[in-house]
Each structure stands twice: as structure tokens, then as C-alpha cells.
């Protein structure tokens, strides 16, 4: 059955309104290698440039700004005389549940400003002020509070911004805005805010440093401004200026924000040393020659932000340690596609949009099952070692991560329309320990590598159209003959995208890209990379592939071009991609194939008006299909999704796919193509409103074929959220997978005797499998203050496979096999096969498996000042397998509780130094 993902990106939402290496040579040899690459970068910035008309205005009058004469406190009292002039603006319309209508409380808004920051106050007219939601939460999580925010454009770009909001408790939330509405909650800004509450309703003051903004100074800037209030009882939103749900486009619509005088202007530095204490406490066996009861190791270092000119930021990282991070979790993965992991750390996830690539310009992206590559997957500096330990080693010890040196880059607007972000990153070399009959050894497992990325992206005044380049490397320090067998020496890619709107009114618009990528290394790896699962030349029925042996370089190309309907009730879009065989970005980006021409259509129809049931409903259609180089259909399928908010914002989303005959080129690993039979995938996703103090959902969903084949997935996964109390949330996520598999990869055997002569000699060998995956993933946040929180995350996973009717594939493009014991005369002892026709007999392992796992990790964290942070961390990692397939619940709690575990104990200190 044909894998499917639909990913709808809708870029336009409504606002959340809701050490270098020893010696000289080395640092040299890297500083030659990145000088070059900077300056091409800085060259072809300049070619991203197009410019147009200037945009029409929202209807909203200016807003005016007032010049403080003393100085304000920021306690959300709202007692200072500057709060007592008339409001900035007072005239809110709702977004939501009405659209339209008139707010059904009053809000009343100040702006002001002295020569250090931007000021907000507000007063929050409530009727029923024993109603106000005011749960504590940690920053930056949107908890169902009612809250109060502040929007900017300070380039008055129409297209980027900044987003503050506090909420009712006191708690922060910011984010950063591109793509004209779409938001990037990565980012954290050093500025204030307080709320109180009265027998009115209640009230806030912001206090944003101009040290935290990019714009253009002058004596009297022009920005965009707009303002949102949240009423969580009544579901509402209250915007100054909104987007439709016909329509399109949001920081485009923001009034003006003028009486602004910014001529003076002071460029911040802020530096942040930290210090830490870690202790491990591994789980090694008594006789391991690298086993210690503990292991203490003491680290420092420290991160960097400034200003460096008009509208840019310099981030740099110096022996970052990202202990506080939450872990990731544990997956079974049995097919031949990479797991995928969310980014958590910090440097990389602060304005990480910066880097987006391919998706600009266009208010909704959908993938349509096509494997859309990134060209920048920050997780790939710093991954875990990529070389192997030395076969026949008996005990070793290695990192699990790769060591940051260093790292920096640079992001913002230098100026009106272009954006760029240039990031760099050194690693260091990374050694494994082994023994072998008692000697212990060294081998490499990293060299020592630079990462490296470009971003530029223009847009005209007006938005009509934009340019945007891209450009990535990866070099390495290849000294180690036997690591230079097992990684690429350099890639390198290289793309450009853009959009332009159609029409006048920009309804339509097209959206592009294309790019070009080389890897480059030993004929080794270059074979590695060509047999891999992105690529697969192997495959000896492969007309226009094949195993080249003697290369030392790939090159490939790609590119994908997308229509668009961004307004109005009826949806429509779009696309036609290729990935060439030969594309590869898998370095610095992540990719899961090449060799495809892919392509889709997707209409639809927006239901905005309200009924008495309901509040919105999408219908989308999408026929999609799709082409290998040699002109077999490889992807096929009709599919079907309604997503309904109701009446009372519980959100219902239903999902239909049929998919019909087609080739299927990846399920033999690299052997001759297959038929993959007809299959029907159905979903739902139910979920109540965040609101609530119990907040509920739910997910099914089926991937099945015809009774013939007899496979079958299916999903469970209910949720539950609960806020027992104002400062507590419970969050558990169960979810039970059971998959029957009829054809599941087992192995490639040389084995001899009669086998097609497509098949190069070998023998593809599959079976049935049954396997239960049983997992729950539980979260406990406590917030004792704003500022004092505590975050818990535990995940216990257990999943069992079990093999049987093993067989070999009979034909090259069919789904026919020779089931080993029943067909053709072969036969099956005890794993021992005796193929058809006479030949040789092989020994087949049982590949049944019993895996369990649990981790988990607490952070308690204190932001004893503002920007300044204190953590004490516990992580703890334990797991157990067995070579059974039953799934035996009992038992396997116990094996899992009784495994040693694998602990850490972190304190981390940092400390905020604004200069």
C-alpha cells in the first residue's frame, strides 16, 4: 500500500491571537574554505532584487504614536498620566465567531515611546470579570487564556513582522511573522510585560526595547501596527485589521503606525556565558573495560546577539550545550525512509523561517504526496556520529552526538523587500573506543566538518512577486582513509524560487523552484550513496540507472512549480515536480527519494458562512500521480478531506484515498520493481475546544488492500489534555498500531540455483508480518510563577513483529511469490530453506522481535532575571529486546522496569549581559 501524505501548509493563519581543531592549519584551512563561499553568497544577494508598485492601504486609519515625557513603570496598573490621554484606537472588529460583527467587550489601546523601547497599555473592558481565563502557563505555550497582542511591520514591508502577547496570568508569548501572516514561534525577544485584573476587567503594559526590533531608523519611520484580543469563554478574536476566511493575506492589511521618531539609534549587544555540570550514569555490562559508575564533565561556553547594521542580527554560539532540551521519541521504523525529528534547540530554532525554502509567495502548500526535499535540516550538524565501529569489536564506547565547535549566522532585513540569512557551523572530530580480546583501541567515526547555508529573498513593494536563492555546503577534513570510505568529502546545492501573483487583484498566483545538487567523495561512498534508498541504481531492471564504480561524484537536479487560488470560497491548486536521479541534498537537508515526476490537482470549496451547527467547513479533492524516470507509474490515487469546526470549536477532519494498481520500486530494497496492489486509506481527527478544563481527541485511521493480499494497517490514538488547576496541565497520548504486513523486506540472498535473470542472482525474500506497537506519551507542566516551571515528559513504548510464510518474489513487476514450504517444491525446516528447482539451501534467520523502550526527562527551569536562565535537567533512557514477536504486555513491563537505565544529571547557568 502506497504511503500518502497530504501536508496542507496554509501560510496566511490568523495571528496567534490567539573549539576549532589543534593548530593554526586547521582554523586556516577552514577560514579558506568559508571565505569563498561568503563572498558568492554576498554576490548573488543582489540578484534576488525585483521591484513593483506601492500596495494599497488597509481602510484603518493611522495609528499615533505618543512621545513619553517620563519614564513608565511596567506593573499593568495603568497609573501613569500618558495612559489617561485618549486611546490610540478603541475600534476592534470580531474575526471570530462573527465575523465582522461588532467585539462584544471594548478594548481600549495606548502607544507610546521613548528613545529605548516601544510601549503598549491597554484596558480590557469585561462585564463579567470573575470570567476572565487566566491560566499560568510556561512561555511561549498557547494555554486557553484570554490575551492581549501587539503586531508590527517595522520595514512597513507588508510582508514580515514581530508578534507580543500577553496574556491575563502575565505569561509571554512572542513569535516572528513572514510570508505575509505566517508565523515562527522559535524566536524569543528580551523585552516585558504585566497584566492585572479588576473589577473592570483587566489590564497589561508591554515594554518592547528597540534593541530587540529590526527596522530602518529615521526621524519619522512609517511601520504597519495591528492589535488582537483573545476572549477564550466566548471563542473570540478581536482584530484592529483581520484576514477573511475568503481571503488572503494579513500583515499586508496592517494600518499605519506613525509619530514615531527614531533618528537616534544604539545597536545591541547581548552576551550570554553559561556554565554546566553534567553527570551520566550509564548502563554497561560489569565486564565492559569503558564501564565507570559515573561520569562528571564540567563545560562552558556562551551565545552571542547583535546588531550588525540596518536590520541585521549576528547569532554566534560558542561550545553550545543543549542539555535542556527535551528528548526525542522512540519510533519503530521498518521501512527504508529515515525518521524524521522536529528540531528543538534553540540557536537553530531562532528565526529559522529565514531559511525556508520553496514555499513563499503562496498562502497554501500541499505536498500531495510528493517527497518534497529540504535543502536545511538543522539536525543534521551535530547528529550522531556517522561512521562504523570496527566489526568484531566486542565492547565500545562513543558519543552519541557530534560536538559543536562553534556556530553563527546572520539573519534579517538589510533592506526594504530582501531578506537573508547566512548561517555557518564548525564540528569537531569525533572518536569511538573499542576492544577487541582485551586491547583497546581508536577509530574515527566524524571528521571534522563546516556546515554551511545562504538565503536571500526579495519581494517587490507591492508583493506582486519575489526571487529568492539558496545555497548550502558541507566540507570535510577527510585525513582518515577508513572514514573517507563512509561519508562524502563535500556537497553542495544550490536553488532558486520565486512567485508571482496573475492578476491585479492577486488571486492566482504561481509559485517555483528549482535547484541543482554535487556530492563528492571516494568511489566507496559514491557507490553507497547511488545504492542508498533515496536512489537505488541497483535495481537491475532499471533501464536508465546502474552502479557507476568508478565516480567520485553525483550531480542532480530538481525543481517544482505550483498554482494557486489564494482567495475567494473556491480552492484550486496545482503542481508538476521532478527529483533526477541523481539529487541529492541528504548532507544538510533531508530527502527520501529521487527518480520522480510527480503531479497533482486540488480543488476545493470554503464554506465561511456560519449556520446554527456550525462555524466553517473546507471540502478539498486531490488527484495526484506519478512517474519514475523510466516511465512507470510509481504513485497514484483520488483522495477526499472535509475539515468542520462546529458551533461549539470542536473540529472534526475526515480523510478518504483510493489508490489503484501501480508499480511499486522500493519494496524489494534496491531488487527489480513490483506491483503494488489497490488499497483504500480512511482517517478521522476529532478534537474538543482548547478551551475547556478537559480537553479531548481522538484519531483512527485504516490503510488496507483487498482480502487476497490481506494487508493492513490501523491506528488508535486518543488524547486527553487536563488542567486540574490553573498552574497545572496533564497531557497523555496513548496509541495503539497494529500492522499486518504482507509483504514485509526480509533480506537479499545470494544463493544459487533458478532464479529470474532480471534478478541478478539474488533471491528477495519476504513474509508476513504481524506486529502490535502499544506506546503512551505523558507530559506534567507545573508553572509555580511566570518564571519558575517545570516540564516532565515520559514516553514507554513497546512493539512486537512476527515473521511467518516466508518467500521469495517469483517475477520482476508482479506481486507474485514462492512461499517457501508450500510452492514450486521448496521447502522450510527450522529457518532452513531449500529453494525450488534444486537449489542451494540457505539458512534464513527469524527476524522476530520484542522491542521495548522508556525515556523521558524533567526540566526545571528559573528565569531568576530577564534572559537569564537556570536549569536542572534529568533525563533518563532504558530499553530491552528479545527475539519473540508475541506481545506480552505483563512481561514486557516487567524485562523494561528491570533493564538498567541510562541517566543524566544536568545544571545549566546562563547568564544575559546586555552591553
Not at 500541499?366 to 556520529?385: K, Q, V
Request: glycine share 10%; aromatic share 10%.
Amino acid at each position: 500500500m502506497v504511503a500518502f501524505t497530504l501536508d496542507v501548509d496554509e501560510g496566511a493563519p490568523r495571528a496567534r491571537v490567539v573549539s576549532f581543531p589543534a593548530g593554526p592549519g586547521a582554523a586556516g584551512s577552514y577560514a579558506r574554505r568559508l571565505g569563498p563561499w561568503l563572498i558568492l553568497a554576498a554576490l548573488l544577494l543582489p540578484a534576488a532584487r525585483a521591484r513593483g508598485s506601492e500596495p494599497p492601504q488597509a481602510g484603518a486609519s493611522p495609528v499615533v504614536a505618543i512621545r513619553l515625557t517620563r519614564c513608565v513603570c511596567v506593573d499593568g496598573l495603568l497609573q501613569e498620566p500618558v495612559w489617561r490621554q485618549p486611546p490610540s484606537l478603541s475600534r476592534l472588529t470580531q474575526e471570530r465567531p462573527f465575523e465582522g460583527a461588532a467585539p462584544s467587550e471594548s478594548t481600549w489601546v495606548w502607544i507610546a515611546y521613548d528613545d529605548d523601547a516601544l510601549y503598549l497599555a491597554a484596558r480590557m473592558w469585561d462585564s463579567r470579570p470573575d470570567s476572565i481565563a487566566a491560566p499560568l502557563a510556561r512561555r511561549d505555550t498557547d494555554a486557553p487564556a484570554d490575551f492581549a497582542g501587539l503586531l508590527l511591520d517595522p520595514f512597513d514591508d507588508h510582508r514580515t513582522g514581530y508578534e507580543f502577547v500577553v496574556t491575563a496570568a502575565g505569561e509571554l508569548m512572542d513569535a516572528t511573522l513572514y510570508n505575509d501572516g505566517a508565523e515562527d514561534p522559535s524566536w524569543d525577544g528580551v523585552w516585558d510585560a504585566r497584566a492585572q485584573t479588576d473589577e473592570r476587567g483587566w489590564t497589561c503594559e508591554m515594554r518592547i526595547p528597540f534593541s530587540q526590533l529590526r527596522y530602518t531608523p529615521g526621524e519619522h519611520p512609517v511601520w504597519g501596527v495591528d492589535f488582537v484580543r483573545r476572549i477564550v469563554r466566548r471563542a473570540e478574536k478581536d482584530f484592529l485589521v483581520y484576514t477573511p476566511k475568503a481571503g488572503s493575506g494579513f500583515v499586508s492589511r496592517f494600518p499605519h503606525l506613525v509619530g514615531l521618531d527614531l533618528a537616534r539609534r544604539r545597536r545591541p549587544l547581548e552576551i550570554a556565558p553559561y556554565v554546566t555540570g553534567k553527570t551520566e550514569v550509564l548502563a554497561r555490562a560489569a565486564e565492559d573495560p569503558f564501564a565507570r559508575r559515573a561520569r562528571f564533565t564540567p563545560q562552558s561556553g556562551g551565545d552571542l546577539r547583535m546588531g550588525a547594521g540596518s536590520g541585521l542580527t549576528l547569532n554566534a554560539t560558542v561550545n553550545p550545550d543543549f542539555g535542556q532540551v527535551e528528548v526525542d521519541p522512540a519510533v519503530v521504523n521498518l521501512s527504508d525512509v529515515e525518521s524524521f525529528f522536529e528540531e528543538k534547540r534553540p540557536f537553530f530554532t531562532e528565526n529559522a523561517a529565514a531559511f525556508r525554502f520553496g514555499r513563499e509567495g503562496s498562502n497554501t502548500y500541499i505536498s500531495g504526496n510528493w517527497p518534497d526535499p529540504t535543502f536545511f535540516y538543522s539536525r543534521r550538524i551535530g547528529r550522531a556520529p556517522q561512521g562504523r565501529i570496527p566489526a568484531g569489536a566486542e565492547f565500545s564506547d562513543a558519543p552519541v552526538a557530534t560536538h559543536i565547535l562553534g556556530a553563527g549566522k546572520l539573519t534579517g532585513r538589510p533592506a526594504p523587500g530582501l531578506s537573508i540569512g547566512v548561517l555557518g557551523a564548525l564540528t569537531g572530530r569525533e572518536e569511538a573506543r573499542y576492544a577487541v580480546g582485551g586491547t583497546s583501541s581508536r577509530a574515527e567515526i566524524e571528521p571534522p566538518a563546516f556546515y554551511g547555508v545562504a538565503r536571500a529573498l526579495e519581494q517587490s513593494r507591492s508583493g506582486d512577486n519575489g526571487l529568492g536563492l539558496i545555497s548550502t555546503v558541507a566540507e570535510r577534513d577527510l585525513e582518515d582513509p577508513a572514514i573517507a570510505r563512509q561519508v562524502n568529502r563535500q556537497s553542495l546545492a544550490l536553488g532558486v524560487d520565486g512567485w508571482h501573483f496573475l492578476d491585479r487583484r492577486k488571486v492566482w498566483v504561481v509559485t517555483a523552484w528549482a535547484a541543482a545538487s554535487r556530492v563528492a567523495g571516494t568511489p566507496e561512498q559514491m557507490i553507497a550513496i547511488q545504492r542508498s534508498s533515496r536512489h537505488y541504481w541497483q535495481r537491475p531492471d532499471a533501464a536508465r540507472l546502474g552502479v557507476d564504480s568508478s565516480a567520485t561524484a553525483l550531480v542532480g537536479y530538481a525543481g517544482r512549480v505550483m498554482v494557486n487560488r489564494q482567495e475567494g470560497n473556491t480552492l484550486f491548486n496545482a503542481a508538476l515536480g521532478v527529483l533526477s536521479p541523481g539529487f541529492e541534498v541528504n548532507d544538510l537537508g533531508y530527502q527520501t527519494r529521487s527518480n520522480l515526476i510527480q503531479m497533482h490537482v486540488c480543488p476545493g470549496y470554503h464554506f465561511t458562512r456560519p449556520s446554527s451547527w456550525r462555524r466553517d467547513a473546507i471540502v478539498r479533492g486531490l488527484l495526484f500521480q506519478g512517474f519514475d524516470y523510466d516511465g512507470e507509474r510509481t504513485d497514484a490515487g483520488a483522495y477526499l478531506t472535509t475539515t468542520t469546526t462546529f458551533a461549539n470549536d470542536w473540529t472534526l477532519t475526515t480523510e478518504t484515498m483510493v489508490c489503484p494498481r501501480i508499480t511499486n520500486v522500493f519494496r524489494s530494497r534496491g531488487g527489480p520493481r513490483m506491483a503494488e496492489p489497490p488499497g483504500t486509506y480512511v482517517a478521522l481527527d476529532l478534537s474538543t475546544a482548547d478551551r475547556e478544563r478537559l480537553v479531548y481527541g481522538f484519531h483512527v485511521d485504516r490503510t488496507y488492500t483487498p482480502a487476497a493480499n490481506g494487508t493492513d494497517y490501523w491506528t488508535l490514538a486518543p488524547s486527553v489534555s487536563w488542567k486540574p488547576a490553573a498552574r497545572v496541565e496533564i497531557g497523555a497520548g496513548p496509541t495503539l498500531q497494529r500492522v499486518i504486513e504482507d509483504a514485509q523486506h526480509v533480506g537479499k540472498i545470494a544463493a544459487p540455483g533458478e532464479v529470474p535473470a532480471d534478478f541478478g542472482g539474488l533471491r528477495y525474500v519476504f513474509a508476513r508480518m504481524d506486529q502490535t506497537t502499544v506506546g503512551v506519551e505523558l507530559r506534567i507542566n507545573l508553572s509555580f510563577t511566570r518564571d519558575l516551571t517545570l516540564q516532565t515528559y515520559v514516553q514507554p513504548l513497546i512493539s512486537a513483529g512476527r515473521f511467518s510464510d516466508f518467500k521469495e518474489l517469483a517475477h520482476a513487476g508482479s506481486y507474485e511469490f514462492v512461499h517457501y514450504g508450500k510452492d514450486g517444491g521448496s521447502a522450510w525446516v527450522n529457518g532452513v530453506v531449500t529453494p525450488a528447482g534444486g537449489g542451494t539451501p540457505f539458512t534464513l534467520a527469524d527476524p522476530s522481535f520484542n522491542l521495548k523502550s522508556l525515556r523521558g526527562n524533567a526540566v526545571l527551569r528559573w528565569e531568576y532575571r530577564s534572559g537569564s536562565v537556570l536549569y536542572f535537567i534529568w533525563t533518563q533512557q532504558r530499553s530491552d529486546e528479545e527475539a519473540m514477536g508475541e506481545l506480552r504486555l505483563g512481561r514486557s513491563t516487567r524485562r523494561l522496569f528491570d533493564a538498567s537505565a541510562d541517566n543524566l544529571f544536568l545544571v545549566k547557568a546562563t547568564y544575559r549581559l546586555a552591553l
